[in-house]
């Protein structure tokens, strides 16, 4: 027996254990390991069936432990406040992963098979409008990011202001085994970036990140059959997948792969995603790598967006034109992750106030965000949460009433191999998503450029900020009279152009009004 023979035939053993002991890059030779692989799936006995929907999985609600949800980064302050209630589910059920029936291409038009059945028990956790009348119909469901070795919900991070006001119910989903295993972490150490509460998180199951896909649906298909539970009643009349960073990769192939399948959700957005896709299989199944680059299949019945920051540079290869339901959104100024969702976004309730942080950011960044992330330079700045506000909503219209969101120009490029933006006489890119934090600048806010070392073993990530000296300040503004003109300006230009929310809009020139830039009743400076 050859060993991905016998590596499925192990993946097999270990699910069926698990049911009876507990609780129920980029290859070129795809064409050969795509045979290769259905051949070792199909005489390892791995079933096939045909899925029009989504199976439906047991939903009951979580116990148990410190008697609340463990999920890193997400609201730091008490959702009551806002209106909103939170609650965690656990889902169960016999999730598949998928064989491909013809070679993997990059137009992503694929065509895939259930196989391999096995058993799982993930969590979800909801985000919830308190009062019906405030819900509007539109559930979010965040794919949760795992890259850090524990789930985050970077999408909430960025979205949930415009969540909040709009009345939309999020749910985050653990997909992938990383987070699973995290969340039963009796304590830090290997394997454990954080404690976990394993009294509530023990009987979780997960099979590997190759069912990763029909769990995601599963959990989709969980939040429309049994809405009583998952939602307290509220009636979803849209399902919107969305997910940032390994989660956007994950997203690329569920599209391509399994959405056709079972059509669960309405609508995508993937934020940052990379120049393929991630695996359709991987370890302990044998491995199906997805072609580089991987477009979106323009064959699609639902719409899909793609936020894309200035240094997610290897999705230029995977740049494809607008459609009829495809946008690309390519934003000037924003790193992958950047000091808005990692510092200020957690005390976000859509106030001024934090409008104001944001600011001030600009001027005085940080290169020390937090005890245990520290990077050569100060981080991004940049405006990411206030196009991502824009977009959400703007795909939510697109939904509801089939107005199309607005078409980008793409970041202007002088070479993609290697990569070199076009940038302008103070060092901020050119073209793309325009907001004032680029076209009034107050900084060189980029999303590359961030140097080697530091703590934070993603800084590379995280883009930096350079805040004008008093001297550029004067040159480019005059008097602080000259800079809000200007700021002013700017915010109207994006409002108009769709990529910033009128109420983001107002609360930015109140902030700018009041601010310390060239203002001759403070210092000189900012």
Known sequence: MDDWH??????????????????MRQGGARGALWTAACVLLAAAGFSRVALADAESATVTPAYGGNGVPLLFGHAGFDLVTVGYAQSEF??????????????????????????????????????????????????????LNVSGGA????????MHVELIRQGYAWVGVSAQSVGLNQLKCAAPGAGCPAAGDPLRYASLLHPGDSYSYDIFSQAGQAIRDQRLLVLDGLVPERLIAVGESQSAWRLTTYINAAH?????????VVHSRGAGGAAL???????????????????????????????????????????????????????????????????????????AGWFDSMLNPSSDPSPSFSCQAPINTGPATFVMRALVR????????????????????NSIAPVQYAVDAYGNVLGGIRTPAVDTPVARINGLGQPAGGTGAFCFLFGVTAPFTTSQLLELYGNHGGFVSEWTRATRSAVNAGFLLHEDAQQMRAVVAKARILNRNSAAGP
């Open 90 to 143: 656990f889902l169960e059920g016999t999730a598949r992963a998928h064989a491909p029936a013809d070679p993997l291409t990059n137009d992503g038009k694929w065509n895939v098979t259930p196989v391999a059945p096995a058993a799982y028990r993930t969590r979800l956790v909801v985000n919830r409008p308190i009062d019906p009348r405030a819900f509007n119909g539109s559930v979010v469901v965040e794919w």
């Open 281 to 355: 299989t991987q370890a302990p199944l044998p491995a199906v790598p997805t072609p580089v680059p991987t477009y979106i299949r323009n064959d699609l019945d639902v719409p899909v967006m793609v936020f894309q920051a200035e240094n997610d540079t290897g999705a230029l290869l995977a740049r494809q034109p607008d459609g009829p339901l495809f946008r690309l959104w390519e934003v000037a100024g924003t790193a992958h992750f950047d000091q808005y969702g990692l510092i200020q976004a957690g005390n976000d309730r859509g106030e001024q106030s934090s409008v």
């Open 260 to 268: 056709p399948l079972v059509a669960v959700y309405d609508a995508f």
């Open 394 to 413: 703007a795909l939510d219209a697109w939904l509801v009433d089939g107005t199309p969101p607005p078409m980008a120009e793409r970041l202007q490029t």
């Open 151 to 158: 789930d985050a919900s970077p999408d909430w991070q960025h």
């Open 6 to 23: 016998a590596l499925a035939l192990r993946s097999l053993d270990a699910s069926a254990t698990a049911v009876t002991n507990g609780s």
